[in-house]
């Protein structure tokens, strides 16, 4: 019995993280056949843009799948919320914003609504509004990232005591041993992002996977600290070029400027390293494969088993 699997209609208590601009059709598809939550993330696109990947996405899966929208990121929120409906999408995912707004009307059409928060406060909000799900993101984590810091091993538990709705852990879960983790403080499934940049499937640059798979326990960086803007990213020229910006002290402006979608794009899509930033976790340093989802998942869900059977001999 895991709520959480069976309100998304899923087999594998796994999530893909919502990520903008990137997460396509095939990827989406891939992990909802793999079992998971395929998820797209809007991003900046135009609604027609995301348009196409739905109905990709729809010819390539029978599976549910989920569309992802940062709030103070797209620039089309009603828009894609109006797709969601045309669509019959059974879930969304809130990141990076008040979702409170938006929840009655997603719920009025009986769509699931799962809110990414970084702290009980905002988690106790969320669900007060009515989510159905609240994943609770640590520091951790690749991509737009709380100024709270708090650390996913610490955030799971405190949530966990917060809401009564089922929650996912984000932040740093790359395999088995995470999920197991995630369980035992209070989780029912995870949401992943990093691990499946580096798959198979997705739609990335190889110079993106390979930083992951070479990054050692130094291998993200906090920019945008200094702005206010909290990101992490993979340790890259471009990081670094951003990090030496700060240091001479940049505006908000001029930092957005540097970290729109666009460059986002040219790091991710076009492997220009010199050029745009590349989204990543701490986690990365675990990460040596790059492994079909399909594959992925089952060695997750594996590992977790034997890791939770193992755990109960400790004690
Ligand atoms: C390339 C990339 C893009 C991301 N873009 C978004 C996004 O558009 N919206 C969002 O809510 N989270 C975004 N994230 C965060 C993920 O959804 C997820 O919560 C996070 O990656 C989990 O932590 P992990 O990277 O340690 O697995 C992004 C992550 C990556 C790796």
């Known amino acids: 019995m895991n709520k959480l699997v069976d309100l998304l209609g899923i087999r594998v208590p796994i999530i893909q993280g919502g990520m903008g601009n990137i997460s396509n059709a095939p990827l989406t598809a891939a992990v909802s056949n793999a079992g998971g939550l395929g998820t797209i993330g809007a991003g900046t696109m135009l609604p027609d843009e995301v348009e196409e990947i739905i109905k990709e996405t729809k010819k390539l899966t029978n599976k549910p799948f989920a569309i992802n929208i940062a709030l ?55 669900e007060k509004a009515g989510a159905d799900i609240i994943v609770a993101e640590g520091y951790e984590a690749a991509g ?65 996977k390979n930083t992951i798979v070479t990054a050692d326990d130094k291998g993200t960086v906090i920019v945008g600290r200094t ?59 675990l990460i040596t494969t790059i492994p079909s989802v399909k594959e992925l998942f089952e060695n997750i869900i594996h590992e977790a088993k034997s890791e939770l059977q193992r755990a109960t001999h400790l004690i």
């Open 72 to 126: 103070s990121v797209s620039p089309y929120v009603k828009e894609v919320l109006s797709l969601v409906v045309k669509y019959k999408i059974s879930t969304v995912s809130l990141s990076a914003g008040n979702p409170s707004p938006y929840i009655p009307k997603l719920k009025e059409h009986g769509v699931n609504v799962i809110c990414v928060v970084a702290s009980p406060k905002q988690a106790v909000k969320a």
């Open 144 to 208: 737009i990232n709380s100024n709270l810091e708090t650390t996913t091993f610490a955030l799971i538990p405190q949530i966990a005591e917060s809401v009564t709705v089922p929650i996912a852990a984000a932040g740093g879960i790359a395999d088995g041993k995470g999920l197991a983790a995630a369980l035992a403080l209070g989780a029912s499934g995870v949401q992943m992002g990093t691990r499946l940049i580096a798959t198979k499937e997705a739609p990335v640059h190889e110079a993106y």
């Open 227 to 285: 702005v206010g803007r909290v990101r992490r990213v993979l340790r890259t020229p471009y990081a670094e070029y951003l990090l030496q910006k700060e240091a001479e002290g940049i505006s908000l402006e001029e930092f957005n400027s540097l970290t729109t979608e666009n460059q986002h794009k040219f790091g991710a899509l076009e492997g220009k390293l010199q050029e745009g930033f590349l989204n990543g976790g701490q986690i990365s340093s």
